[in-house]
């Protein structure tokens, strides 16, 4: 390959991705190495985007990176936020629409039967709803990502669409192998997800939870009524302790599903070792069908069509939010999103940039909230 670099991005995430860019853009040489979707967290159509979020850090990270959203897709050519909507069903509903107002969101309390009549979603579980108009909704991480990786390739990143097998020490900093050949770089960036393997041989205190996502083939309402993205707590099957969705969306194949996940009660975290066995699997059949009840219980309405499922992992930390810091003298970590990155991967990607320049943190959050905690 081509002559050392200041730094290189281990994983083509949407933090990793982000990262990029934003080292890119701020002059940095830059390598971004990462392969395909293949068993990442974004390879998927949809992934939930609002400024509400369950705490002020989650909204306040959601609320920088939704911002910069229009300037991603403008300068990228590729479009990839659809602005349709978000509604959260739980007890703290008035407490969301709070949190959203401080950070300049449009969120607000409605009923059950105004979420009927407009959505075609019956909720009958008494909790409290809260409706975000635009920006919520929910952008596609495939096209993400590649948008990030084109700003990232346009300010001058060397972009490795490939896998590395192996970080070692070298006499100039880091020596990164795999099938690109070598990289050299001075300082590396891991921001890899639950595939992360023993490439520095320090473990992170993170949890690899087990998901089984099930999709649905249909078009949505001929009516005019819109489907938000929905989180809701004590869904009517409640075997899942709450769900989350995607109104449909077009795959890669031209067809249109709706996509309902949750977190099944009692699952069992998978160690390094089961994650590819459990990615060529099925999932769960309980959470399937789970899933399914919830999925025709909340939209009775619906005509859905064959339905599917895939497997998918989140990975958690102790903390809740992503670990952003150094692990080592030159390795830095920008990993674990705990299910709730996606929104906000733009600006955890500029927060972990910032660990590599003169102040060494770039963020009015206190650095310590997403300190990395070691095994």
């Not at 990176?65 to 007890?91: K, M, P, Q, T, W």
């Not at 920008?334 to 320049?357: I, Q, V």
């Amino acid at each position: 390959m081509s002559g050392p670099v200041d730094i290189a991005v281990i994983g083509r995430g949407m933090i990793g991705a982000a990262a990029g860019r934003h080292l890119a853009e701020q002059g940095r040489s830059v390598a971004l190495i990462g392969p395909g979707d293949e068993y990442s967290s974004h390879g998927d159509a949809g992934r939930i985007t609002r400024i509400v979020g369950r705490t002020e850090i989650w909204t306040e990270l959601a609320v920088r990176s939704i911002e910069r959203y229009g300037d991603i897709a403008e300068r990228s050519g590729i479009d990839f936020h659809v602005a349709c909507g978000f509604l959260a069903n739980y007890a703290d509903a008035a407490n969301w629409v709070k949190r959203a107002a401080a950070f300049g969101g449009e969120a607000r309390l409605v009923d059950r039967d105004w979420v009927r009549e407009t959505t075609g979603i019956d909720i009958t579980n008494g909790l409290g709803l809260v409706h975000e108009a635009a920006p919520g909704g929910y952008i596609q991480p495939r096209r993400l990502v590649d948008a990030q990786s084109r700003l990232a390739e346009a300010a001058g990143a060397r972009v490795i669409r490939d896998e590395v097998t192996s970080l070692r020490t070298a006499a100039d900093g880091f020596q990164l192998t795999g099938s690109f050949g070598t990289v050299v770089a001075g300082q590396v960036l891991l921001a890899t997800g639950a595939f992360a393997g023993d490439l520095t041989g320090i473990q992170l205190a993170v949890e690899r939870r087990p998901r089984t996502v099930l999709m649905a083939e249909w078009d949505g309402f001929a009516d005019g009524r819109t489907i938000p993205s929905l989180v809701c707590d004590q869904p009517p099957d409640d075997r899942v302790e709450e769900i989350y969705w995607n109104p449909p969306i077009e795959y890669p194949d031209g067809v249109r599903r709706m996509k309902i996940g949750g977190n099944l009660k009692g699952f069992v975290p998978l160690e390094q070792a089961d994650l590819r066995d459990w990615f060529h699997g099925d999932g769960n059949a309980v959470e399937q069908e789970s899933l399914a009840n919830n999925l025709r219980a909340l939209m009775p309405d619906a005509d859905f069509g064959a339905m599917s499922t895939k497997p998918c992992v989140i990975t958690g930390t102790e903390t809740g939010y992503p670990y952003i810091g150094w692990i080592d003298d030159g390795i830095a970590v920008a990993r674990g999103g705990n299910g709730s990155s996606a929104k906000s991967s733009d600006e955890l990607g500029r927060m972990a940039a910032g660990l590599f320049g003169e102040s060494g943190w770039d963020s009015p959050l206190d650095p310590s909230i997403f300190a990395p905690v070691t095994v």
